[in-house]
């Protein structure tokens, strides 16, 4: 008996995930994607689950924090993304970072290669046509102009927006050496971060450049909130000249190779981006500087004075959706329940995060057309935290208008509290401080995998039947 296809519209990381969990289940798939023939302002390639931001996917630390327990859970899934990005991992201490194009091209080979993905290079200019039954709009914060007028006619909701910066990326050979230094911050997982020192007046200079400095400038319509774990640097110093050495040029855990009696203000990092080490990224530098401004004021940051970069920073808009209005908890817009949307079109934040909802929506949609019981991630779990936060966990869902709901990174905050909080710790003494947010965070993250492991167990038992 033939299965008819789900379609799934957008080929980043959500849709290239959602792809995958439908076809591993036996279900047809269409891919439809629109590059190369309609490129956006962020993208460089036509290539599937291109990283345009970044190269990193955040920690992978299962044990204390929750990127990493949601990395942790998508690996117990089946995850294409994770199972890529692992095979394409780069030095960047104990997060998981990975060269951005042998992760895309593996990607883009693994889904051509699979006999139930038909991918078709084309736009979709409007809402899908009615005898698509089951669709999975994965178009990401950069969606077709026409495809969003659509959705927004049809949920008689405004989207929301915020900008999303870039980093400059630098050729590592250009990177003076005699001043910078090789080391992780506290020593982690080797010496896999290039580190730039800045004494006091240095800062001091910098800051004032960046505040100084040229910036684009943007019409009205396009003033929208920043995400504020991707903040601009300069916007960081306008909130406060102390704030940017507090975030990203936090000098702590660090101790200059060079001048090891010297403790530097403020530092800079620089993290490799591809496997052959010859570029790397300026950690925490998404910039709204003109171009031209940020080779200047870069170039004043002790051992970038000679920098060449491979990309300068920049901005793109994003759109999501007010997702606890619009969709069900299965992703579905309740508007028109065939259309279910992934990734971070939906107000989820980041990479692994986007992946995430993909792959959920992906199972949703294959266990649907299989006519199987939906079943929902634990809400103990990362993947639950992350679906409850998108579906109805904001706490303003229905009285407060739509600028209320602010796209999330997954953090522990989104979960359920503990039933019993640790008390006591293995050395039998009480636990207070940051001892016990430590024992916290371990606990939920084994709480989450147990009740996630007794999910997958359940969802197997049932499909046997």
């Known amino acids: 008996m033939s299965i008819k296809p789900v379609h799934v519209i957008g080929g980043g990381l959500a849709g290239s995930e959602a792809a995958w969990q439908i076809a591993a289940r036996g279900v047809p798939i269409i891919l439809h994607e629109m590059r190369p023939v309609r490129m956006t302002d962020a993208h460089k390639t036509d290539g599937f689950a291109e990283l345009v931001c970044s190269n990193s996917f955040r920690s992978d630390d299962a044990d204390g924090n929750a990127v990493g327990l949601l990395h942790a859970e998508m690996r117990r899934l089946?995850?294409?993304?994770?199972?890529?990005?692992?095979?394409?991992?780069?030095?960047?201490?104990?997060?998981?970072?990975?060269?951005?194009?042998?992760?895309?091209?593996?990607?883009?080979?693994?889904?051509?290669?699979?006999?139930?993905?038909?991918?078709?290079?084309?736009?979709?200019?409007?809402?899908?046509?009615?005898?698509?039954?089951?669709?999975?709009?994965?178009?990401?914060?950069?969606?077709?102009?026409?495809?969003?007028?659509?959705?927004?006619?049809?949920?008689?909701?405004?989207?929301?927006?915020?900008?999303?910066?870039?980093?400059?990326?630098?050729?590592?050979?250009?990177?003076?050496?005699?001043?910078?230094?090789?080391?992780?911050?506290?020593?982690?997982?080797?010496?896999?971060?290039?580190?730039?020192?800045?004494?006091?007046?240095?800062?001091?200079?910098?800051?004032?450049?960046?505040?100084?400095?040229?910036?684009?400038?943007?019409?009205?319509?396009?003033?929208?909130?920043?995400?504020?774990?991707?903040?601009?640097?300069?916007?960081?110093?306008?909130?406060?000249?102390?704030?940017p050495r507090h975030g990203p040029m936090k000098p702590m855990g660090l101790t200059n190779a060079h001048k090891p009696d010297e403790k530097p203000y403020a530092v800079v990092q620089l993290r490799q981006d591809n496997k052959l080490a010859t570029l790397f990224n300026m950690v925490g530098f998404q910039t709204k500087l003109k171009h031209a401004e940020q080779v200047r004021i870069f170039r004043t940051i002790p051992g970038l004075e000679n920098a060449e970069f491979a990309r300068l920073g920049g901005l793109h808009r994003n759109t999501y959706l007010n997702s606890p209005r619009l969709l069900d908890e299965t992703l579905r817009l309740k508007a028109q329940p065939r259309l279910r949307f992934a990734g971070q079109i939906t107000g989820c934040e980041g990479y692994v995060e986007s992946a995430a909802i993909g792959l959920l929506t992906g199972r949703f949609a294959a266990a649907e057309r299989l006519g199987e019981e939906l079943s929902l991630p634990p809400a103990t779990s990362a993947h639950g935290a992350l679906i409850g936060h998108i579906t109805g966990g904001h706490i303003d869902t229905i009285d407060a208008g739509p600028s209320s709901f602010q796209p999330m990174n997954a953090n522990f905050g989104l979960f359920p509290p503990l039933t019993q909080e640790p008390a006591i710790g293995e050395d039998g003494k009480r636990l207070r401080g940051t001892p016990k947010t430590i024992a916290k965070k371990r606990a939920l993250c084994q709480r989450a995998l147990a009740d996630l492991d007794r999910w997958i167990a359940g969802e197997h038992a049932a499909a046997a039947e």
């Not at 692992?86 to 970072?97: E, I, R, T, W, Y």
């Not at 960046?210 to 019409?219: C, I, N, R, S, V």
Request: glycine share 8%; aromatic share 8%.
């Open 78 to 243: 089946g995850s294409l993304i994770m199972r890529t990005a692992d095979v394409n991992k780069v030095p960047a201490g104990s997060a998981l970072a990975v060269d951005r194009d042998g992760f895309s091209a593996a990607i883009g080979a693994a889904l051509e290669a699979h006999p139930l993905i038909d991918i078709r290079r084309e736009e979709i200019a409007g809402l899908p046509p009615d005898d698509w039954d089951s669709v999975i709009i994965a178009t990401g914060p950069l969606t077709s102009p026409a495809l969003a007028s659509a959705v927004r006619a049809l949920t008689g909701e405004d989207a929301l927006a915020f900008f999303d910066a870039l980093a400059p990326i630098v050729h590592r050979d250009s990177i003076d050496m005699t001043g910078a230094w090789f080391q992780s911050r506290y020593d982690k997982s080797g010496a896999d971060y290039i580190n730039c020192p800045l004494n006091r007046e240095q800062y001091e200079a910098f800051i004032d450049a960046l505040l100084a400095g040229e910036k684009t400038q943007f019409h009205d319509w396009e003033s929208t909130p920043y995400f504020d774990g991707c903040l601009p640097i300069e916007v960081m110093a306008e909130r406060g000249r102390e704030t």
